[in-house]
Nanobody, 120 residues
Framework: QVQLVESGGGSVQPGGSLSLSCSASGSFLNIIAMGWYRQTPGKERELVATVNRGGGINYADFVKGRFTVSRVNVDNTVYLQMNSLTPEDTAVYYC??????????????WGQGTQVTVSS
């Protein structure tokens, strides 16, 4: 079983910065990809950024160079640095990890979510 523990988030004024981190622990063979998604009330969860084990990165268009995702494989930790935040970035941000718990058995786990609020 895989557990994801998120930290960071909070409240910031428009134009400010926040950082998130997420660490995976438990019993698993490997993690193929880790990343961040976000969700606002009444909307579906959407991709923010993901990074795979080989370092390949995928960003949502709305990131527009403002966010940076990074991953430390040895620590099974993923980070999200968010700069130039706008009120539209207000959401609950969720960490996600996908991989193999054992040969042939995959997992797709979510963190508990952390609130990011951008407001003046």
């Amino acid at each position: 079983q895989v557990q994801l523990v998120e930290s960071g988030g909070g409240s910031v004024q428009p134009g400010g910065s926040l950082s998130l981190s997420c660490s995976a622990s438990g019993s698993f063979l490997n993690i193929i990809a880790m990343g961040w998604y976000r969700q606002t009330p009444g909307k579906e969860r959407e991709l923010v950024a993901t990074v795979n084990r080989g370092g390949g990165i995928n960003y949502a268009d709305f990131v527009k160079g403002r966010f940076t995702v990074s991953r430390v494989n040895v620590d099974n930790t993923v980070y999200l640095q968010m700069n130039s935040l706008t009120p539209e970035d207000t959401a609950v941000y969720y960490c996600n990890a996908r991989g193999y718990s054992r040969p042939g058995a995959t997992f797709d786990e979510w963190g508990q979510g952390t609130q990011v609020t951008v407001s003046s």
